[in-house]
């Protein structure tokens, strides 16, 4: 639902080790999880896709981070037990916030959610007493009027000796009187604010999914090249297989008229034959490959009959279409000439 949100990739991922570990990857879907992992890479790296927080919660912490430069040693009052405000006091604290007070109307559900976080329950008469000691307030509450006012911010910041307090007011109607924004060192951000930034960043990310589907749908097109150049792959193994086979047995049938060779002069023969071999086959092999990218077998099956090579799938031959390369570079050594393949 949020463009550019890295956990989708990352489960993928997670999915992707199990499954390798259980050993239900085959080549095929390895090829195609690599790519898309490397794809995945490229668009995170040339497009700013995933650079800008598009959600409510990481949108305050991106501000808290810019009023603060900071948040390792910062501490977070929570007012109120809001999933909202859960998940922002998360946030704060995975980006290095120190400590958590939490308060609530209900006492026992501060205390559970101070267990949760590892923080410190406040009763809700004494929240005016302690909410100096917060760099950052949440506050997600159902009260009717506003439960921080004016002189109640000027005296947190006497209190702090005028340090700056960050307030994330998430609640509707607002728990923190407007007129405490216009103090200074005191910055408010309710609801719409953080929507209104968020909404922005995900118009940023909408112009950036463009440049992103471009890069993915020329991958895409590049891969279905590949898979139907591997098409070809096994009869072209099987082509080069046959005419080395026949370069071979010539060969040994001459084995007596070559005994007199020096070493040199048999190098000689080996080089000759097999530049001729590469020679006849480099054609039908360029043949074979461009028809197979259109996704067109024909040739390779026309290719097979000319040289009287068995049928794929019929058993004779060492590579059939259900036999896939072990590897990419198998598919791109099989359109090379036998040389490479010897090697």
């Keep these: 639902m949020v463009l550019g949100q890295p956990q989708i990739l990352g489960q993928v991922k997670e999915a992707y080790s199990a499954a390798r ?5 085959q080549s095929s879907l390895e090829r195609l999880l690599q790519t898309t992992f490397t794809v995945a890479k490229r668009v995170r790296t040339e497009t700013q896709i995933g650079s800008a927080s598009v959600s409510i919660a990481s949108v305050a912490v991106d501000l808290a981070k810019k009023i603060f430069g900071s948040l390792e040693g910062k501490t977070v009052l929570l007012v109120g037990a809001g999933k909202m405000s859960e998940l922002a006091a998360r946030h704060l604290i995975q980006q290095g916030a120190h400590s958590m007070l939490i308060a609530n109307r209900t006492f026992e559900r501060a205390v559970q959610m101070a267990q949760t976080f590892g923080g410190h329950a406040v009763r809700f008469e004494d929240l005016h007493a302690v909410a ?5 307030l949440i506050t997600s509450t159902g009260a009717a009027q506003p439960i921080f006012r004016r002189e109640h911010a000027q005296q947190f910041l006497h209190r702090r000796r005028n340090r700056p307090m960050f307030y994330i007011d998430i609640a509707v109607p607002r728990d923190v009187a407007p007129e405490v924004n216009r103090l200074e060192g005191a910055f408010v951000y309710d609801i719409d604010d953080l929507q209104s930034v968020a909404a922005s960043h995900m118009s940023d990310r909408s112009r950036e ?3 992103a589907e471009a890069i993915v749908q020329a991958e895409v097109e590049r891969f279905a090249t590949g898979q139907q150049t591997l098409s070809a792959v096994p009869a072209i193994v099987l082509l080069q297989q046959s005419m080395e086979e026949l370069r071979q047995t010539e060969l040994r049938r001459m084995q007596g008229k070559l005994q007199s060779l020096s070493t040199e002069q048999r190098s000689a ?3 000759l034959t097999r530049g001729l071999i590469n020679k006849v086959l480099h054609n039908p092999l360029q043949a074979m490959k461009t028809a197979a990218r259109k996704g067109d077998l024909t040739v390779a099956e026309a290719v097979q009959q000319i040289f009287g090579l068995p049928a794929q799938g019929s058993g004779e031959a060492a590579t059939g279409p259900s036999a896939e390369p072990a590897s990419a570079e198998q598919a791109s050594d099989a359109s ?8």
């Design 21 to 25: 570990a259980a050993g239900a990857v």
């Design 336 to 343: 090379r000439p036998l040389e490479a393949t010897r090697r």
């Design 269 to 271: 023969v080996e080089a």
């Design 132 to 136: 100096d000691q917060a760099d950052i």
């Design 209 to 211: 999914a463009m440049q």
